[in-house]
């Protein structure tokens, strides 16, 4: 089993800052790529950032500049450090991990949202 566990959200005025994690645990081998996506109400969930397991970053355009994803083998976890944040940022936000299991399983996972919710 493995499990992915968001933390971080809440909410802040806009210009403010956050920072998300989120820990992957139970029967890992290893993780490749991590990412955060986030669903705002009525649109479909969209990329948010991405980190290869090399440290490689790919971010979505309205983001670049505000958001850093970075994170930590050691402890299996992927943090996204929020500034400048924007009515437009308010969502649910998903971390994934494209995860190997000791059974030569290789499936991404998802954890169970956070709300990030920006207002003025």
């Known amino acids: 089993q493995v499990q992915l566990v968001e933390s971080g959200g809440g909410s802040v005025q806009t210009g403010g800052s956050l920072t998300l994690s989120c820990v992957a645990s139970g029967s890992i081998v290893n993780i490749s790529a991590m990412g955060w996506y986030r669903q705002a109400p009525g649109k479909q969930r969209e990329l948010v950032a991405r980190i290869s397991s090399g440290g490689r970053t790919n971010y979505e355009d309205s983001v670049k500049g505000r958001f850093t994803i970075s994170r930590d083998n050691a402890k299996n976890t992927v943090y996204l450090q929020m500034s400048s944040l924007k009515s437009e940022d308010t969502a649910v936000y998903y971390c994934?991990?494209?995860?190997?299991?000791?059974?030569?399983?290789?499936?991404?996972?998802w954890g169970q949202g956070t709300q990030v919710t920006v207002s003025s």
């Open positions: 994934n991990a494209d995860i190997l299991t000791p059974w030569r399983i290789r499936d991404v996972y």
